[in-house]
């Protein structure tokens, strides 16, 4: 039997507001806004409140999947960079770069969202990169 | 502090209790936690000032998973309040809790405008007297029609229906919420039904708040949902002789058919 | 976005009437078979009891609009649920005081008690319900929402 709350930062957007997980013997049970926090000074919005809920869900995507004859089927991490990979460069050898886009995702650190637009400027070529928390 | 780890080592060691539910003092932030048999040596860390977290809600959860078990927990004269209403709505067992007080400080109380900023008994803090009449009340008692009209609009016009007022409300205990309904509140729309979201959850705290002003330091819009459920808390006393979790005789009055008090007159004034 | 709140010419309001099933809206039936004559500005609702009228309902119908809301049910202690009227005046009172704190003009919600042999009182209180009602003006929340 164990209740804890665990610390952390809200990945729904770039505001980075402050809550806690509530932890009920290893299960997410709810989300918990820290009153302490400079940043959210105790408040958070509906999709903080929620924060919790897509962690464990038994909905939630755990392996990439790649559509073969108009079906979803489970695959490996190679098996599917490989797939995005050379499709990309197809793309981009047949129409040009500005035919690919980039969405990166509030979800991951800022550092990784700068490498995913570098990708996108450098490599591909391309300026088309958004956020999905642009706020 | 001391006296607050002391008590509840106390508790635990002597199988008076499984679990004592307080706040934990981590990363330079004090957090909700359970204190346990398994995790005593970490009660040096158990910490008391003036955050508050909905400490009866974590209760609620823990309770609801282990009803076998008895619970400690940390209250102040709010959450005292809160337990004597769960108590009375069903939702903890008498003999399954344990509460261990605390005095607000009186920076606190005058903060909170409480009338009773101390529980039963406590073990840390001292008695501060209590504000019988809340100033902001008065402020907007104060007002003529149409300046309360426009003040309660703009106010509920900030509302970004983050639900945090009843999220964080250790009262809010239903399964399936009114507001929720999207036949009552239209969903995909900001700010949610001016006056009816608001309005309506008021209604559903008559008998439920105990004041403890949680819901207004979570709204990330600063709506002041504290004054409108304290006038709630007064309605409720004039029409009905009812003080929210004062004692734990009766119940709520719009949870109870009861004995007709009012005339129409009373109520067509 | 508050209109003024004052008689506005040719203004005619609109009312919805939550009526009981066993009283109330008999009254309204005696009313109509008498042929008495009352303003045709209420929208009636047969409901089975008033304490089935939750808050919600009273507070959705002046959102989407009403000018006035009536709720009317049989005089205490002739309840055919026995107690069911009981709770519509508790919570009707809560409502109104609420409606007042808040600034919505609590005098659009009128409760009363009308029985089924009451077929001239109903019209009474409609025609001094809409005529009150009519003086208050459109109700705030016409123009808000």
């Known amino acids: ?135 | ?269 | 976005m508050a209109k003024e709140a004052q008689s506005v010419p040719g203004f005619e309001p609109k009312i919805i009437a939550f009526l009981c099933n066993w009283c109330s809206y008999g009254g309204a039936d005696l009313a109509g078979v008498s042929r008495l004559q009352y303003p045709a500005n209420t929208r009636t609702i047969r409901v089975m009891c008033t304490a089935t009228i939750s808050p919600h309902h009273i507070l959705k119908a002046f959102q989407k609009g009403a000018d006035g809301v009536l709720v009317a049910g049989c005089h205490i202690g002739d309840c055919h649920y026995i107690k069911g009227n009981y709770m519509t005046i508790k919570r009707v009172a809560v409502l109104k005081e609420l409606l007042r704190f808040t600034g919505f003009q609590e005098e659009r919600l009128y409760l009363d008690w009308i029985s089924s042999a009451e077929g001239v009182r109903f019209a009474e209180v409609i025609r001094n319900f809409t005529q009150k009602v009519k003086e208050m003006g459109p109700s705030h929340l016409r123009t808000t929402y």
């Open chain 1, 1 to 135: 039997m164990e209740y804890k709350t665990v610390l952390t930062t809200c990945g729904y957007c770039g505001c980075g507001c402050g809550l806690y997980l509530e932890v009920l013997d290893g299960q997410l049970v709810g989300a918990q806004p820290c009153k302490t926090d400079s940043v959210s000074q105790g408040g958070l919005c509906i999709k903080g409140w929620n924060v919790h809920e897509f962690v464990q869900n038994s909905e939630r995507l755990t392996k990439p999947l790649i559509k073969k004859d108009g079906q979803f089927k489970e695959a490996t991490w190679d098996e599917a960079l490989d797939t995005v990979a050379s499709r990309l460069k197809k793309i981009k050898e047949e129409n040009g770069p500005d035919r690919i886009a980039f969405l990166t995702s509030a979800k991951c650190t800022n550092e990784e969202n700068y490498l995913l637009q570098k990708l996108a400027r450098a490599v591909v070529g391309t300026n088309n990169v958004d956020h999905c928390a642009r706020l």
């Open chain 2, 1 to 269: 502090m001391k006296a607050m780890q002391a008590r509840v080592r106390k508790l635990l060691e002597e199988n008076k209790i499984d679990g004592f539910i307080g706040l934990k003092m981590e990363h330079g932030h004090p957090a909700p936690f359970m204190f346990s048999r398994e995790n005593l040596g970490e009660m040096e860390t158990l910490v008391v000032g003036d955050v508050r977290y909905p400490l009866n809600k974590a209760l609620l959860k823990v309770s609801g998973q282990y009803p076998d078990l008895t619970f400690g927990v940390m209250v102040r004269g709010c959450d005292e309040r809160g337990i004597t209403e769960l108590l009375k709505w069903n939702q903890l067992h008498r003999d399954r809790v344990i509460p261990v007080g605390v005095a607000c400080s009186s920076e606190l109380a005058q903060l909170c405008e409480c009338y009773k900023p101390y529980p039963s008994d406590w073990v840390v803090g001292e008695k501060t007297e209590g504000i019988a009449k809340s100033k902001r009340l008065q402020k907007i008692e104060g007002m003529n029609q149409k300046e309360r009209l426009s003040y309660w609009l703009n106010q509920f016009n900030k509302c970004i229906k983050c639900y945090g007022c009843r999220d964080v409300c250790p009262m809010c205990f239903c399964e399936v919420c009114s507001l929720e309904d999207r036949n009552f509140i239209l969903t995909g729309k900001l700010p949610p039904e001016n006056p009816t979201f608001h309005l309506s959850r008021a209604v559903h705290m008559v008998g439920r708040c105990i004041d403890c002003g949680l819901c207004e330091e979570a709204c990330p819009s600063n709506i002041p949902v504290r004054t409108l459920y304290k006038k709630i808390n007064e309605i409720v006393k004039e029409y009905f002789d009812y003080r929210t979790g004062e004692s734990s005789e009766g119940k709520s009055p719009l949870n109870l058919l009861g004995e007709v008090t009012l005339e129409l007159s009373d109520v067509n004034k």
